[in-house]
T-cell receptor, first 116, second 112 residues
Framework: AQSVTQLDSQVPVFEEAPVELRCNYS??????LFWYVQYPNQGLQLLLK??????LVESINGFEAEFNKSQTSFHLRKPSVHISDTAEYFC??????????????FGQGTTLQVKP | NAGVTQTPKFRILKIGQSMTLQCTQD?????MYWYRQDPGMGLKLIYY???????DKGEVPNGYNVSRSTTEDFPLRLELAAPSQTSVYFC???????????FGPGTRLTVT
């Protein structure tokens, strides 16, 4: 069975500081990896994804994540956060060849709290 | 283009009552999903559908039922509400299994 573990439930950080949200996964087969963001009282939005190719993927708002197969990790980073980045972040995986059902397995979520 | 819409936004149910959570998408997506979100637990898949007339169970289907009579609609039915079903419910859709899922704004349900 597959699983996703987000190592921190809450990450407080000051504005303009760097941040890393950690995600580890467990799977005996190849996976696709995703980061979703949930702003207060809203649904989830895709932030970035790793499907294949370059192991470093970037979002349009300055976040990046690196797929590390040997460490089974997909940590999310941003060099300088803004107040508007305050949200809950979810790491998720989808198994290759999962019958094309697209089923996602989510981690527990990490709340990023950016303080002024 | 409204995307994925869910109704109601909030609901309080008494134990044993039933209700239907509505989900509609206007993107002509074949794949639709129902998740529940509990604090500290992430999202768990309840049911999913790969097209009209086709549904299947996810990780936590007990106590729920679904139907998919049209491409646009994917309602979730709670027959006998229990306190354990207090949660936030999200509906999502995708053009096909290997593409991004688009989420609705959620329904916050409390069962007392």
């Amino acid at each position: 069975a597959q699983s996703v573990t987000q190592l921190d439930s809450q990450v407080p950080v000051f504005e303009e500081a760097p941040v890393e949200l950690r995600c580890n996964y467990s799977s005996s087969v190849s996976v696709y990896l995703f980061w979703y963001v949930q702003y207060p009282n809203q649904g989830l939005q895709l932030l970035l994804k790793y499907l294949s190719g370059s192991t470093l993927v970037e979002s349009i708002n300055g976040f990046e994540a690196e797929f590390n197969k040997s460490q089974t990790s997909f940590h999310l980073r941003k060099p300088s956060v803004h107040i508007s980045d305050t949200a809950e972040y979810f790491c998720a995986l989808r198994v290759h060849g999962s019958g094309n059902t697209g089923k996602l397995i989510f981690g527990q979520g990490t709340t990023l709290q950016v303080k002024p | 283009n409204a995307g994925v819409t869910q109704t109601p936004k909030f609901r309080i149910l008494k134990i044993g009552q039933s209700m239907t959570l509505q989900c509609t998408q206007d993107m002509n997506h074949n794949y639709m999903y129902w998740y529940r979100q509990d604090p500290g637990m992430g999202l768990k898949l309840i049911y999913y559908s790969v097209g009209a007339g086709i549904t299947d169970k996810g990780e936590v289907p007990n106590g729920y039922n679904v139907s998919r009579s049209t491409t646009e609609d994917f309602p979730l039915r709670l027959e006998l509400a229990a306190p354990s079903q207090t949660s936030v419910y999200f509906c999502a859709s995708s053009p096909r299994g290997l593409r991004e899922q688009y989420f609705g704004p959620g329904t916050r349900l409390t069962v007392t």
